[in-house]
């Protein structure tokens, strides 16, 4: 989330990973629903550089997809190691 700062990061990460919580129906509380968002902002964007794409920097809603995303893919990954 590099093009935006600190304080929208943590917005945008928050509702990020609670719309990926509420998705995978992951009881997680809004610590852990920032911590998804932002990593998942970062996995994410790392994915799609991976095949050529990237989210617009600084644009709230393309980072908050990206976020979304890499939010749904992180519990995915967590459930499927955790069994």
Known sequence: ???????????VGGFAGWIASNIMKA??????????GIVGA?????????????AEAGSWI????????GAVILIWLYRAVAG
């Open 1 to 11: 989330m590099e093009g935006l700062g600190w304080i929208a990061a943590i917005i």
């Open 27 to 36: 009881d997680t509380g809004i610590f852990l629903n920032v911590i998804l």
């Open 42 to 54: 970062v996995v994410g964007n790392a994915i799609l550089g991976i095949v050529g794409m990237n």
């Open 62 to 69: 393309a980072q908050g997809l990206v976020g979304l995303l």
